[in-house]
């Protein structure tokens, strides 16, 4: 039985510095529950002074202890200890994910405590694989380029997915022998406090994974401002993105990382391999998470003589969803995260429907359940490029469809004019495929499939304003190492 009490669920509140639970100080916020709005926690917002403690104390942790100089095998081990503590807390983990997120309780443990998990043994094996090159000189000297990590790493995650993005931002600074700073979303915050907490007991030096809490106005900000922090990864909005990276230019030049808003299509042609099937990863990509994903194919591009076909097939999709508190076990349908951004997904439908569009299931808020934001899940047709469900990043379940007859059309139709995350192609041509591989400006570009697979060897980020750097694969590792070029003369 995967049901469970909310009021019973353990609640690590402050921030995690130097190896220990900090309670918080001063100014604090109330944080609710997207399933039914009720305050459930207070907040403590780290203070500049705060954020400084936190950076010098890791600043310190990386020098003082052996994180970074100790055997690259030695940090690995400690890293997969750590992944299996995740394993072995995973009820743990996943209640306290499910309680004040998005995420229904069953799919907290089979996906993202899992995949957390998972993604810290994967950049554990990383940590012996990246330590340099002999350069080509003349044979009377000898060039090196070694690779050191930064120090320092601020990592910003996102509240869609609490634990599996922390696992993208702290495990390949952990296995480059960085130490990090972490600040979760305020509104998702207590989940990478438990987290930080097992990687201490597994081994990680008190002082090396922290977490402070806060909001990005004051808490991000001070965070990205610091001179000590040496590297900036970060995961929202494009906006917030813009935001970073400015605040991170006012101590000195430093690398961001930058993983932004996707508007992302799903370019289906006439001879797709199968019409349901895809229909079926149409609707999941838009329908996981209500919506709140940034790689959502939120935009479905098809052939037109497919149209119709597509369209009633979704809606039947659409309507088999099942709404309910994230800590029921058999909710496949989770709110949206807060009441203003489900007026704001509300907004956004309602414009575009004055402009045109006909709502063909969906278009408005979901009847109350528990107090909670719930959005109908929703299809949008007779969309033109300059409506706002069109244009906008909506972050819910709204998908919204235009047709196409010849191929180049399509194509010009998927080309967003700001953002290029990811996007899909369905097609049984491998040379149209291909085609479309080439020509959509997309940092990542799924054929016949959407979604990423489970073994975090492809690297995601996005073209335009959808971010820049990579998180996952070996770039991930790559982008949290500097390298030092030494030439030595015989």
């Known amino acids: 039985m995967l049901d469970f009490d909310p009021a019973a669920v353990a609640i690590p509140a402050g921030h995690f510095i130097g190896g220990r639970l900090v309670p918080g100080e001063g100014e604090a916020i109330g944080v609710r529950r997207p399933s039914d709005s009720a305050l459930y926690a207070d907040l403590p917002i780290a203070s500049a002074d705060l954020v400084d403690r936190a950076v010098s104390n890791a600043a310190e ?24 503590l995740i394993d072995a807390r995973a009820e743990e983990l996943g209640r306290l994910e499910a309680l004040g997120s998005t995420r229904p309780i069953a799919q907290a443990l089979a996906v993202d405590v899992a995949s957390t998990a998972e993604g810290f043994r994967f950049f554990a094996e990383y940590a012996d694989k990246l330590g340099g090159e ?18 320092v790493v601020a990592a910003i995650t996102p509240w869609n997915f ?38 201490v007991e597994a081994g990680v030096p008190p002082g090396i994974f922290n977490v402070v809490q806060g909001t990005g106005a004051v808490t991000g900000d001070a965070l990205c401002r610091h001179p000590l922090v040496g590297k900036i990864s970060f995961t929202g909005s494009t906006r917030t993105g813009a935001a970073i990276m400015a605040a991170s230019a006012a101590s000195g030049a430093k690398p961001v990382t930058l993983e932004l808003g996707g508007k992302s299509p799903q370019l289906v042609f006439a001879d797709t391999p199968s019409a349901d ?10 329908l996981g998470n209500a919506g709140q994903v940034c790689v959502a194919g939120s935009r479905l591009i098809v052939q037109r003589r497919l149209r119709d076909e597509m369209v009633e097939r979704l809606a039947a999709l659409f309507a088999e969803v099942r709404p309910g508190p994230t800590w029921h076990g058999d909710t496949s349908f989770p709110p949206i995260i807060s009441t203003p951004q489900a007026d704001r997904i509300d907004g956004i439908v309602r414009r575009s429907l004055a402009a045109g569009a006909k709502a063909v299931i969906g278009g ?35 998908l919204t469809v235009q047709a196409f007859d010849e191929e180049e059309e399509g194509l010009a139709l998927a080309d967003h004019p700001d953002f290029g995350l990811a996007a899909g192609v369905h097609t049984a041509d491998l040379g149209r495929a291909m085609r ?30 959808s971010g820049i750097g990579k998180d996952l694969g070996r770039q991930a590792v790559e982008a949290n190492l500097r390298h030092k070029s030494v030439l030595i003369e015989f």
């Open 134 to 151: 002999v350069a080509a000189t003349r044979s009377d000297s000898l060039g090196l380029v070694i690779s050191e990590p930064y120090g």
């Open 61 to 84: 942790a990386q020098r003082r202890t052996d994180w970074a100089s100790r055997a690259p095998r030695e940090r690995a081990r400690v890293l997969r200890r750590f992944a299996d």
């Open 277 to 286: 099937k895809t229909a079926r990863q149409v609707a999941a990509s838009i």
């Open 162 to 199: 609490p634990l599996s993005m922390a696992s993208w931002k702290a495990g390949p600074a952990l296995a480059a022998g960085n130490a990090v700073v972490l600040k979760p979303s305020e509104l998702t915050p207590f989940s990478t406090v438990r987290l930080a907490q097992l990687a």
């Open 364 to 398: 408005r808020r979901m009847a109350a359940i528990q107090d909670g934001a719930f959005y109908e899940p929703t299809i949008l047709t007779d969309v033109t490029d300059d409506m706002p469900a069109v244009r906008e990043e909506i972050f819910g379940p709204v």
């Open 436 to 465: 479309a591989v080439r020509r959509l400006q997309a940092g990542t570009v799924w054929v016949n499939r959407y979604g990423r697979t489970a073994d975090f060897i492809l690297p995601t980020g996005g073209y335009k304003r």
